[in-house]
């Protein structure tokens, strides 16, 4: 490297870090004026993904708060002022959950997260919620290690262990033996690891089990050798686009017995077909279920998306209110939703009803999830309710 | 255990249709299309878009999707390719990932980013021979792939555009000075290439029953292996190479399961280099080797920075920006030098040694693997951890690229790549240190000496530090003689070679230069005096020493 430099260019280098230190500067004291004490908007940040391969469950979050929020400003919002999100694009990637925790901590209009969709994407960002004492309500995440992050991280959501002692229950009603296919990931081996040990305590064989890639697009060839194990019936434990890939080429390699997968989206309902008829899932929410509550939302859900809605349009559209009624009943401010979410009793949502949190585990206590089957293209309640 | 070969060769039958397209635009432009998965991506969502959407026949929707993306092909080409022709490789590589990330993005901003499922518009498994499922779809794309590799024979070896393409292929300078427009057999190539990816972005929908328009990064990746397999330039090659990784892929899934999928493909690809670099088919090499981004420096203006500037500027880094900026803007910061830290020993081994090492995840992963189960399972504390992940790393990628530093060109960039997805593959199934899947949370804040990094403006001023020495080592590095050395392969190796520079000793110093104690080359550097020349023992080239 030479050492015969142009005065001009570092003079240039040194303007042009001053221009970037005066810009990072503005856009800091930018910030910091739109997030005044005296608005009259409440905020919510929202850390999901809207781009990426979890793009589709950021979409039907945003239906979910979109309905939410129409009814809540209508009704005159929290103590008069409107509610309003802040929506910041992670791809459910926790290198960028945690640089967005630290823009929400930061952010004074901000009283409370919601978010993110997969769990370790959550608990990434969950020591900057903790210490910037902004609750996280991280209302997908099933993990049951997610809200071991601190006081400040709250969710509605199942757990996995429940989720899959109910699922191992409904297969050993259909089932003796079966062969398990699961996602690769930290919530699959999880669910797989729960679903095992449910599975021995109820008496059901596994045959034959193997983990699936994200991005794998053939699975023939573990479908294949899952077949020839001789299982009554097939288990999935994944999401909707994968459930709807392995199910019909289960089909293709023709078999023909029962399947339990997939999940309550309705883009798996449509990417699946005629191949998923019969499939059983657990779920929190159907839109046949004939209660006039739930009737009630979801007519006003069509009318708004012309679409039924599904678990995950369900899942945001009650978080939001959850954390509005806390916010109502503790003040519109961070401790305030905080102060509510230890208080009522009495949450009310279309997924899991009326229900109180546990303030040890900082989960609703006593929720399960209802069985449901795929019968003409919707899924249906059965038998086993909540 | 027939279905898993029946599997395997319909899976083959589409790696063969993708790898064609990627060894025909190799052997005619010498450039690596990593646009070619995104074309395939876009030939399946416009044939849904066609198809479901407008109720278009399938056989005119195949039509108009070969020609759509035959007219992308050129349009890359035209656009991306043939500007840089004088540029180094490099150059042509690079653009071809940038476009295809615009191809991807822009598909699925047009058409939506959801997965969709493709209209079975032929059967998938209705034709059963014994306990054998297949359909027609899948013998017609077996019948397309034949009818398509005979033609395509056939138009190399009889027509006289064919005859072109295959004398530009061999060399492009003769060919031109008989009088063959170069540029159009270039673009002619391209045509042919990205029409037949369009094609087999169709049939795998029908295959995989699903689409979407973010496939084709992992597709084209394993299309590039299997033409690798096969010999990169070589048709027939390709094709031969499609059907064995088909088959490689199927049965190591059956036996191994899903999870094993990336070691076996990618394994597959480094036991290819390793043993049998040139492919199945083609000579080996069939490529020269050349130095792909030393030339690139050359024609560029250097930008001539003194020691005080770096100063001035890691002075203003450290105290001014914690100081205007909020956390938010500190935590950015702090992922911009991580990927400055990545940046700078990338630069050694791209800019200085002319290797393209787009593999560079495998040390960054087993660097920070190690870094964090030596913390979180060991008690370790934070400066011994980083040490030991940086000895690691450079150990664990030293050993595991040994093999390939005897490639040159085109061949180390996919060994790097090949290597990377492998040692992420290991870390991810060796469950027992890594926790695989799980993930390592929980990691401690650093600490030094006591004093411990917790806020974002002292974790940003510490990993401002670290850039500091990593720095500060790689400029010495460059200045001293392995410096020089490096250089010269990097500007030319063939050069370096003839003037006595051990070029394959060289680079693995390189390689363990780049991550940790570079106590042990300067070692082995220094004994050695530069007078008299004799073979080296290790890359049997005339060395002097």
Redesign the interface.
Known sequence: ??????RS??FR??VG??AV??V??L??AC??ESSGSGSDTVYFGVSGPK?G?S??YG?LWQQGFDLALDEINAAGGIDGKKVALKWEDSQSD??QT??IA??F??DQSIIAELGDFSS?AS??ASPVYNRGKLVQYGFTNSSVDFTKGGDYSWSPSITLDVFQERNAEWVKSKAKKVSV?YL???W???AFKFFEQFAKEKGIEIAYS????P????????L??GRDANPDAFVHLGYG?DG??VV??L????FTGQFFGGQNTP?FI??A?SAAEGDIVNGVFTPSDPSPKIQSFVTKFKAKFNTDPGDFNVYAYDALNVLVKAAKTGGATREGVLKGLREVKDFDGIGLGTFAFDQQTRRPSGVKPIELVLQNGKFVPVGSKK | MFDTLIAGLVHGNAYALIAVGITLIFGVSNVINFAHGAIFAFGSVLGWWLIAQHGVPWWAALAVVVAVTALVGVAIDVLAVRPLRRAPAIAALLATVAVGLIIENVVALVFGPDTRPFPQVLPTNNIRVGGVRLGTSDVVMFAITLTVMAGLWAFLRYSRHGLAIRATAQDPDAAAQMGIGVGRVQSLAFAIASGLGGLAGIFVGLYNSNISPTSGGIVGMTGFVAATIGGLGSIPGAVVGGFVLGLVEAFGIYWFGDGYRDLITFGLLVIFLVLRPGGLLARPPAIESEPMTGTFLGSGRELRVRWWHGLIAFAVAGVAIPLVADDYGISVGTQILAYAIIAVSMTLVAGSAGQLAIGQAGPIAIGAYTSAVLTVSHGWAFLPAIVAAGVVAAVASSVLAAPLWRLGGHYVAIATLGIGIVTVAIIRNWESVTRGSYGIFGIPAPSVFGYEFTTHTQVFRLELAVLAVVLAVIVGVQRSRLGTAIRAIGADEVAARSAGVPCATTRRWRSRWRRSSPASAARCWRTSTPTSIRRCSTCRCHCWW
């Open positions: 490297m030479s050492t015969k430099v142009s260019l570092g280098i040194a870090i001053g230190s005066l990072a500067g856009a800091a910030d910091s781009t391969g793009a589709e979409r926790p290198k945690v640089p630290t823009k901590v930061g370790p608990i990434a296919v690769e990931t930290d699959g081996k999880q193997s983990p699936i890639l991005d794998s697009q053939d699975f023939r060839p573990v294949i050798k686009p709807a890939l019909k080429q089909r293709d390699v023709g883009q449509d990417l077909g």
